[in-house]
């Protein structure tokens, strides 16, 4: 049996939820149970405090996780990360009371409150950082206004929070993090563990590209080929009328417009989009 490791709330809960749905998963039963059998599917699915998710898939009581590259990181569990997920975008940053500080150099001797210990003294201690680290579970942008600490290490997605308490980030991201898929880092193959990564992977790819089916003037069919390669070529029909093909192809949803507005100019007709709800490449 599958055993999955998700988090029980946060900015990845949700997210992650809704991609195990779209990959066939959580079919049945209630969201807000701690635990959810998935028979359909042999597996089992556990709703866990999100910084913890690391440590139970590390510990080798869980096969796999969804949790957030920060946490994996600060937890030191032994556990690696197997594919990203593409949401839950956020970046760890320092950021210092406005107009106080210029670069990094102005830590030296600093009190940095923040919630993920590990990962910032080891960013501390690769540059030679002399600066005293304040943990918190939370809140960390008051750290300053409330007097515990002169900085913060916190984080960020748009930085709202942050400015609104008076701050201001400084230096370049710690870290770049989003939800990833985690396993344990000794782990052996599993085609449990294999067959869900494969799902997840089809849906994002679902959730990237729609296909597009137009008909096309032979003599301008390599033209427009070139314009919808498709994935790994596309697919093309003959129709009734002998000097006209049907193709078909998958494009980037995030460029479709503008592929439909040169088919058309070039002399496709009929041009079609279509989502797609679930694909294996």
Same mark, same amino acid.
């Given at each position: 049996?599958?055993?999955?490791?998700?988090?029980?709330?946060?900015?990845?809960?949700?997210?992650?939820?809704?991609?195990?749905?779209?990959?066939?998963?959580?079919?049945?039963?209630?969201?807000?149970?701690?635990?959810?059998?998935?028979?359909?599917?042999?597996?089992?699915?556990?709703?866990?405090?999100?910084?913890?998710?690391?440590?139970?898939?590390?510990?080798?009581?869980?096969?796999?996780?969804?949790?957030?590259?920060?946490?994996?990181?600060?937890?030191?569990?032994?556990?690696?990360?197997?594919?990203?997920?593409?949401?839950?975008?956020?970046?760890?940053?320092?950021?210092?009371?406005?107009?106080?500080?210029?670069?990094?150099?102005?830590?030296?001797?600093?009190?940095?409150?923040?919630?993920?210990?590990?990962?910032?003294?080891?960013?501390?201690?690769?540059?030679?950082?002399?600066?005293? /680290?304040?943990? +918190?579970?939370?809140?960390?942008?008051? !750290? #300053?206004?409330?007097? *515990? =600490?002169?900085?913060?290490?916190?984080? &960020?997605?748009?930085?709202?929070?942050?400015?609104?308490?008076?701050?201001?980030?400084?230096?370049?991201?710690?870290?770049?993090?989003?939800?990833?898929?985690?396993?344990?880092?000794?782990?052996?193959?599993?085609?449990?563990?294999?067959?869900?990564?494969?799902?997840?992977?089809?849906?994002?790819?679902?959730?990237?590209?729609?296909?597009?089916?137009?008909?096309?003037?032979?003599?301008?069919?390599?033209?427009?080929?070139?314009?919808?390669?498709?994935?790994?070529?596309?697919? /093309?029909?003959? +129709?009734?009328?002998?000097?006209?093909? !049907? #193709?078909?192809?998958? *494009? =980037?949803?995030?460029?479709?417009?503008? &592929?439909?507005?040169?088919?058309?100019?070039?002399?496709?007709?009929?041009?079609?989009?279509?989502?797609?709800?679930?694909?294996?490449?």
């Amino acid at each position: 049996m599958l055993r999955v490791a998700i988090p029980n709330k946060g900015q990845l809960a949700e997210p992650a939820k809704a991609m195990l749905r779209e990959a066939g998963y959580l079919q049945s039963g209630s969201l807000e149970k701690l635990v959810i059998h998935d028979p359909v599917n042999d597996a089992e699915f556990f709703f866990l405090r999100p910084k913890d998710v690391a440590t139970y898939v590390g510990a080798g009581t869980l096969d796999v996780g969804i949790t957030g590259r920060d946490m994996l990181l600060d937890s030191q569990a032994e556990a690696q990360e197997i594919l990203e997920l593409g949401f839950g975008g956020s970046t760890f940053r320092l950021a210092a009371p406005i107009g106080t500080a210029k670069s990094i150099d102005d830590l030296n001797g600093k009190r940095i409150a923040c919630s993920y210990p590990t990962l910032l003294r080891r960013y501390l201690d690769d540059r030679g950082i002399d600066a005293k /680290i304040i943990k +918190l579970d939370g809140a960390v942008e008051n !750290a #300053v206004a409330l007097g *515990v =600490a002169d900085w913060v290490a916190d984080v &960020v997605a748009t930085g709202t929070t942050l400015r609104q308490a008076g701050l201001e980030v400084v230096g370049e991201p710690l870290l770049k993090s989003e939800a990833i898929v985690i396993r344990r880092s000794e782990a052996g193959v599993d085609p449990a563990v294999e067959t869900f990564v494969r799902r997840l992977q089809g849906v994002m790819v679902a959730r990237a590209y729609v296909l597009v089916d137009y008909d096309i003037k032979k003599d301008l069919l390599t033209q427009a080929c070139a314009m919808t390669p498709g994935i790994e070529s596309p697919t /093309i029909s003959e +129709l009734a009328d002998p000097s006209w093909s !049907a #193709v078909r192809a998958m *494009v =980037a949803k995030s460029e479709v417009h503008g &592929v439909m507005d040169s088919l058309y100019d070039l002399g496709a007709r009929g041009i079609l989009v279509t989502d797609i709800h679930a694909c294996r490449l």
